[in-house]
Nanobody, 117 residues
Framework: QVQLVESGGGMVQAGGSLRLSCAAS????????MGWYRRAPGKEREFVAA????????NYADSVKGRFTISRDNAKNTMYLQMNSLKSEDTAIYFC??????????WGQGTQVTVSS
């Protein structure tokens, strides 16, 4: 059973930075694609960023390109999301996602990010 635990959320002023972490309890962390999603108040969950297991290729939503950076440390079974130049519209609950080789999705419980203008 895969467990994902996010941390690093909080409240920050516009223009500030936060780094989210996602710790995964799986022996196969390094062979899974992973990503971050978010759900803003009153909105559907949306894709933020993803990173592949094989090459470490990354993909970002247009709204965060150039501001957010996704990365992973396979030795620590941890994925990160560095968020810079935060905007009020980045306020959301951020969720960690892992998709295994069977294309089964696992989700963390989410961490709240609040950006004040």
């Amino acid at each position: 059973q895969v467990q994902l635990v996010e941390s690093g959320g909080g409240m920050v002023q516009a223009g500030g930075s936060l780094r989210l972490s996602c710790a995964a309890s799986t022996r196969t962390f390094s062979s899974n694609n992973m990503g971050w999603y978010r759900r803003a108040p009153g909105k559907e969950r949306e894709f933020v960023a993803a990173i592949t297991w094989s090459s470490g290729s990354t993909n970002y939503a247009d709204s965060v390109k150039g501001r957010f950076t996704i990365s992973r440390d396979n030795a620590k079974n941890t994925m990160y999301l560095q968020m810079n130049s935060l905007k009020s519209e980045d306020t959301a609950i951020y969720f960690c996602n892992l998709r295994d080789r069977l294309l089964i999705d696992y989700w963390g419980q989410g961490t709240q990010v609040t950006v004040s203008s």
